[in-house]
């Protein structure tokens, strides 16, 4: 059984940085997509961002571009998301998900974490 954790979530001041991390288990991930998603309040879940689990390709929303970097550590199995320069409109519970290809789409992901909340005040 996959199995996502999330971590690093926090109130943090507009401008400030934080890193989050996804602890993945239960499978290989040697082929499979990595991504984050959002759901701030009252507002449906959206893309963040993505890495190819093997090849390290990496995309990301418009809104977070030059700001947010995902990685991956393959021995750890843990993929990361850090947060820079952070906005009021960034604050939301953040989701790992899994899946086959990079995709901006929640139905591509067959698997999911359960949230980490990210609060940034402004």
């Known amino acids: 059984q996959v199995q996502l954790v999330e971590s690093g979530g926090g109130l943090v001041q507009a401008g400030g940085s934080l890193r989050l991390s996804c602890a993945a288990s239960?499978?290989?991930?040697?082929?499979?997509?990595m991504a984050w998603f959002r759901q701030a309040p009252g507002k449906e879940r959206e893309f963040v961002s993505a890495i190819s689990w093997s090849a390290g390709n990496t995309y990301y929303a418009d809104s977070v571009k030059g700001r947010f970097t995902i990685s991956r550590d393959k021995a750890k199995i843990t993929v990361y998301l850090q947060m820079d320069g952070l906005k009021a409109e960034d604050t939301a519970v953040y989701y790992c998900?899994?899946?086959?290809?990079?995709?901006?789409?929640?139905?591509?992901?067959?698997?999911w974490g359960q949230g980490t909340q990210v609060t940034v005040s402004s």
């Open positions: 998900a899994t899946g086959g290809y990079i995709s901006t789409l929640q139905s591509t992901y067959d698997a």
């Open positions: 239960g499978r290989s991930f040697s082929s499979s997509t």
